[in-house]
């Protein structure tokens, strides 16, 4: 079946350091590949997401490239901010799954000044 | 405007109870899902609802676990016989027509059996 790994956390960095969390996926299909984002005390917001091979996916700074061929869809920001402390879920949904979103386990990002 | 809105926030019940969990998804949502969140862990499937029928209802861990939308809006998620291991955060989503990979998830409702 489908499965979503990524890098156990947490991970502490110190504002405006640069920020990777791995993700990689199995899926029978053609899944979308999504990143998702729950800061403390908050419910699940979307925060990127690409739908085919070699796609990009940004917003607030984030970015992250939908890779085929290594089955992977890793999340960078070149300066994070202590703002972005927070959960970041990694997530996919398959063509023949009605779009269900199959979630990795979660990373921990902590930033410090 | 108002988003996917989840009640009650939290739910104590005793082990053999019954529950019943709301979500009241956006406006115009014709898509909700269920979601199960263990501690530590990322959110797992339970159902998805195109409307008032159950499309999908292949994450439903057994038959203690049923979910319904009668009129294709409100949906309540009911756990019959309920057991410490049901215990978790339950997540609902929606999502407009045409476009359910992108869901707007609610703040949950956090389930502790005693």
């Known amino acids: 079946g489908d499965s979503v790994t990524q890098m156990e956390g947490p991970v502490t960095l110190s504002e405006e350091a640069f920020l990777t969390i791995n993700c990689t996926y199995t899926a029978t299909g053609y899944p979308s590949l999504f990143w998702y984002v729950q800061y403390p005390g908050e419910g699940l917001q979307l925060l990127l997401k690409?739908?085919?091979?070699?796609d990009k996916g940004s917003n607030k700074g984030f970015e992250a490239t939908y890779r085929k061929e290594t089955t992977s869809f890793h999340l960078e920001k070149g300066s994070v901010q202590v703002s972005d402390s927070a959960v970041y879920f990694c997530?996919?949904?398959?063509?023949?799954?009605?779009?269900?979103?199959?979630f990795g386990t979660g990373t921990r990002l902590q930033v410090t000044l | 405007g108002a988003g996917v809105s989840q009640t009650p926030s939290n739910k104590v019940t005793e082990k053999g109870k019954y529950v019943e969990l709301r979500c009241d998804p956006i406006?115009?949502?014709?898509?909700l899902y269920w979601y199960r969140q263990s501690l530590g862990q990322g959110p797992e499937f339970l159902i998805y609802f195109q409307g008032t029928g159950a499309a999908d209802d292949s994450g439903l861990p057994n038959d203690r676990f049923f979910a319904v939308r009668p009129e294709g809006s409100v949906s309540t998620l009911k756990i019959q016989r309920t057991e410490r291991g049901d215990s978790a955060v339950y997540l609902c989503a929606s999502s407009i027509p045409g476009h359910t990979d992108t869901q707007y998830f609610g703040p949950g409702t956090r389930l502790t059996v005693l």
């Open positions: 997530a996919l949904s398959d063509t023949g799954t009605a779009s269900k979103l199959t």
């Open positions: 690409a739908t085919k091979a070699d």
């Open positions: 406006s115009g949502h014709t898509a």
